[in-house]
């Protein structure tokens, strides 16, 4: 089951800082919808998103879930960060099972499920190590989904896979929170990640980190990238952030890598 988040009136400042981070931020986001937020580097968003997780408390505001004001992490806002952090020593299956284990619960039914739903059911009783990058991801997101959260909170999670892997992963994580009814908010600096995966883009400024705009990405899931209208709203995104926040430098936010990998895989293929 999702929840819906408030986010009310959030600054912050860090110790030793004289000038806030994230000013005066506000923002609701209905149960179930995906959300993605882009900016330049070090506006904000991993720390908002880390307020989110309850892994960091606000200066002043606070963040509300279902109605109930995060001030620590919970099993029901779970995070994924850009490693899989999992265990080497334990198999896919053990290291699914973690959250359930830490809160003393067992329910192999559930992780028989999860493993079907990441596609790892094969793997089950392998080692993680012997895992490609994309699978570990996988990995990850079935021990997220495994204490039936009602948020699922993504900080740049496929960044460091190849395009393809990336673009499979986008894919069944907007497949996965439908299907699963959650509520989820991604960072990232990949234009196409964010119209691939979200409802609604929420673009901050920097300095201090502010949401100064947003579009609404109105395409039925699961979104082709070669199709026009992919194209079109890619486009439209990029250019509603150049006229708010403008002057990016390449590094900080990608329009077209991922696309331009899988068309010019499909021309060498033809």
């Known amino acids: ?17 004289t000038d806030p981070t994230l000013n005066n931020i506000e923002l609701k986001i209905p149960a179930g919808e995906r959300v993605a937020l882009i900016g330049r580097s070090g506006c904000g968003k991993s720390t908002l998103l880390h307020m989110l997780a309850g892994l960091l408390i606000p200066t002043e505001g606070c963040v509300r879930i279902h109605g109930h004001q995060v001030t620590r992490p919970s099993a029901k806002w779970n995070m994924m960060f850009q490693k899989p952090s999992l265990y080497p020593w334990m198999n896919v299956r053990q290291n699914i099972e973690l959250g359930l284990t830490f809160a003393g619960q067992k329910n192999p039914e559930k992780i028989d499920y999860l493993l079907d739903l990441v596609g790892l059911s094969e793997k089950a009783e392998e080692h993680v190590q012997s895992l490609s990058g994309g699978q570990q991801q996988r990995v990850a997101l079935a021990r997220s989904l495994a204490t039936s959260p009602e948020v699922l909170l993504l900080d740049e999670p496929f960044s460091a896979l190849d395009a393809f892997t990336r673009a499979t992963l986008q ?8 299907q699963e009814d959650l509520t989820m908010v991604i960072v990232t600096h990949d234009i196409d990640e ?20 947003e579009e609404q990405v109105d395409l039925p899931f699961p979104r082709d990238r070669s199709r026009a209208e992919f194209s079109r709203a890619r486009e439209q995104l990029m250019t509603k952030f ?17 696309s331009k ?10």
């Open 1 to 17: 089951m999702s929840a819906n988040i408030s986010i009310d009136f959030i600054t912050h400042t860090f110790k030793g800082q």
């Open 171 to 178: 894919d069944e994580v907007a497949r996965i929170t439908g």
């Open 194 to 213: 964010a119209v691939a995966m979200a409802d609604r883009v929420l673009i901050m400024s920097a300095n201090p980190g502010e949401i100064v705009g």
């Open 242 to 258: 150049d006229s708010l926040v403008g002057d990016v430098k390449p590094a900080e936010i990608r329009q077209t890598g991922q």
């Open 261 to 270: 990998a899988l068309d010019d895989s499909k021309q060498q293929a033809a």
